[in-house]
């Protein structure tokens, strides 16, 4: 199995992990109305994620054709930076979307946005 490079972050396809945070705080967890940051582009997204667990599914045959283990290591890298720029992608239509809607209504909103984005920034930088 050859290395497969992960597209740069901001393309078309690049991924972006993370949760899916909605621009709602008040809205209960799972509950979030509205379209999301990542909406426009869902079906990109989901082109992408199928790509990246793809790049999993070759993982497993790799281990279990007994692949030299630098080899897999290589993949291992691989979909772990499919992953993060999976996550930053994310990140940043949350960022334009529902971050950028809370500052229009200002107030707590936009307090309640930038921690949530923040926090999720955090999530990204100990993984």
Do not use: N, W
């Not at 379209?35 to 992408?48: C, E, I």
């Not at 990140?91 to 200002?106: D, I, N």
């Amino acid at each position: 199995m050859t290395t497969t490079e992960a597209p740069p972050a901001g393309g078309d396809d690049a991924p972006a992990t993370g949760t899916a945070a909605a621009c709602h705080a008040e809205a209960p967890a799972g509950e979030h109305s509205g379209p999301h940051g990542y909406s426009h582009q869902k079906d990109q997204h989901l082109k992408r994620l199928r790509r990246i667990e793809g790049q999993i599914r070759g993982l497993q045959r790799m281990v279990e054709e007994d692949v030299y283990c630098i080899d897999i290591l290589t993949q291992v890298s691989a979909g772990t930076k499919a992953l993060q720029s999976f996550a930053l992608q994310l990140l940043q239509e949350h960022l334009r979307h529902c971050v950028a809607q809370a500052a229009v209504q200002g107030g707590d909103e936009i307090d309640a946005k930038v921690a949530e984005a923040s926090a999720a920034i955090a999530r990204l930088l100990r993984t």
